[in-house]
Nanobody, 124 residues
Framework: QVQLVESGGGLVQAGGSLRLSCAAS????????MGWFRQAPGKEREFVAA????????LYADSVKGRFIISRDNAKITLYLQMNSLKPEDTAVYYC?????????????????WGQGTQVTVSS
C-alpha cells in the first residue's frame, strides 16, 4: 500500500518549536515533489510549504516564510517540517502530500497522495 504517515504534532506554547515528520511507504516517493498543507477549524485547507524531489527548490506560504523550513531525506523517504516561532494561528491539522511529478506546486489539487494529518495546537 502506498501511504504517507505524519507524526510529531502536539501542544506547544506560542514562540516554541515543533518538527513534523512524514514517512512514506514506497521508495517511489523519493522522486516526487512533496508538500505540507494545513487546515484549521472552520477554515479551508491551505498551502504551507513544498519541496522539489531533489530538495533543491522550496516554496513557502507568506504566513510561514522565515519561520518554517521544509526538507526531505530521500534515503529515508521522509519529509520534514521544522516549525519555529509558532503562533496560535498556526493551530491546525497538518497534512503531508506528494505528487507524482518532479515540479513543486502550492495547489492542493496537484497532489496525488495525502497523509491522515497530525494535530498541531499552539497555545497563547
Amino acid at each position: 500500500q502506498v501511504q504517507l504517515v505524519e507524526s510529531g504534532g502536539g501542544l506547544v506554547q506560542a514562540g516554541g518549536s515543533l518538527r513534523l515528520s512524514c514517512a512514506a511507504s514506497d521508495r517511489t516517493f523519493s522522486s516526487y515533489a512533496m508538500g505540507w498543507f494545513r487546515q484549521a477549524p472552520g477554515k479551508e485547507r491551505e498551502f504551507v510549504a513544498a519541496v522539489s524531489w531533489t530538495g533543491s527548490r522550496t516554496l513557502y506560504a507568506d504566513s510561514v516564510k522565515g519561520r518554517f523550513i521544509i526538507s526531505r531525506d530521500n534515503a529515508k523517504i521522509t519529509l520534514y517540517l521544522q516549525m519555529n516561532s509558532l503562533k496560535p494561528e498556526d493551530t491546525a491539522v497538518y497534512y503531508c502530500a506528494a505528487r507524482s511529478r518532479l515540479v513543486i506546486s502550492d495547489d492542493g489539487t496537484d497532489y496525488d497522495y495525502w497523509g491522515q494529518g497530525t494535530q498541531v495546537t499552539v497555545s497563547s
